[in-house]
């Protein structure tokens, strides 16, 4: 099972190691800043096909 912290813990490590700002993380992925922030928190996790451009 995934655990949702840890998760959100890497995916904000990801975002802050290319200099992006929660909005143009968002923009990138075309969604939402708050998808961002639900994320990075841990309450909940992103889609599948947005992986790859997380990574």
Do not use: C
């Not at 992006?20 to 998808?35: C, D, I, K, S």
């Not at 996790?45 to 997380?54: F, Q, R, S, V």
């Amino acid at each position: 099972m995934i655990d949702n912290e840890k998760m959100g813990s890497r995916i904000a490590v990801l975002r802050k190691a290319k200099n992006l700002t929660g909005e143009r993380f968002a923009e990138l992925l075309h969604v939402t800043p708050q998808a961002v922030s639900k994320w990075e928190n841990g309450k909940s996790l992103p889609e599948t096909y947005l992986l790859p451009g997380i990574a």
